[in-house]
């Protein structure tokens, strides 16, 4: 009964010290030069405050980008959420850089976006991890094969290594280097790979001998931040799924037989 009381009262007590912000305060979520520059100046977000986009849902909408070459190119095409009700309640569940647009280029570019920094308050409880989830044991594949993680003679060689393959959620990239010479890092958006800036990474790796497990769907970005080595070609984008095709990559024909075949038999033509 003391354990009961003593979880409750420490879950009300990481409510009630949550913030909660009205973005832009009495003006809103609208297109003004620097106002939200100035508006998030000065404040401390925490995780498990929020914040609130109030506007007018018929004209503007509030995107959440990944990262801040989206955020300064007013670059939608990739978000990490899209927010559309014209009221809308965003609570700040993990710290680091988050950053939200208008999708209406227009309207980014003449001020309608946010950046803010979220800290952990030790004041404050750390939320519980999600529960784990259990993952398929996959495949381990070493980057760039033989070649490992180095500046490579061409500079496509990366991305004709990860195309040859299927990577599905539990398998894992093992990247082996010179860890004086180099180092991995996992960026987060489409635009920070194609200019290869590692300002914001989501992880760093650099023991020369690094693991890394695929526990997610979707695109992963890995770079090099040494200097002209990203830009000479050592950068490695790799698309996860979640399962594996009932077929094989073959052509569409080749998979029309190959169906017409299982279903009628080989001797159909």
């Not at 009381?5 to 979520?29: E, N, P, Q």
Request: one cysteine or more; aromatic letters at 12%; hydrophobic letters at 30%.
């Amino acid at each position: 009964m003391f354990t009961f009381v003593l979880v409750i009262t420490t879950f009300l007590l990481a409510c009630c010290s949550a913030t909660v912000y009205k973005v832009g305060d009495s003006g809103g979520w609208t297109a003004k030069e620097d106002v939200y520059y100035s508006w998030a100046e000065g404040k401390e977000f925490h995780v498990g405050d929020s914040l609130i986009f109030d506007y007018d849902r018929s004209v503007n909408d509030v995107t959440q980008v990944s990262g801040a070459l989206e955020y300064q190119f007013c670059d939608p095409s990739s978000p990490k959420a899209v927010y559309n009700t014209g009221h809308d309640t965003v609570t700040l569940t993990e710290p680091g850089y988050h950053y939200f647009v208008s999708s209406n280029r227009v309207r980014c570019s003449s001020g309608q976006r946010l950046d803010i920094l979220v800290v952990h308050d030790p004041s404050r409880p750390v939320p519980p991890p999600p529960p784990s989830k259990i993952l398929p044991i996959g495949k381990t594949y070493k980057v760039g094969g033989s070649k490992g993680w180095s500046v490579p003679q061409e500079s496509d060689l990366y991305s004709k290594w990860s195309e040859e393959k299927q990577f599905l959620v539990g398998d894992s990239l093992v990247f082996e280097y010179n860890e004086e010479a180099n180092d991995v890092l996992e960026i987060s958006g489409d635009l920070e790979f194609k200019y290869c800036d590692p300002t914001s990474p989501v992880a760093v790796h650099k023991t020369g001998h690094d693991l890394v497990t695929l526990t997610k769907p979707g695109v992963h970005y890995f770079i090099s931040s040494k200097t002209g080595h990203c830009e000479a070609g050592l950068k490695l984008r790799v698309v996860v799924e979640t399962t594996p095709d009932v077929l094989p990559k073959l052509p569409p024909l080749d998979r029309l037989t190959r169906w017409l075949r299982s279903v009628f038999g080989p001797h159909h033509h």
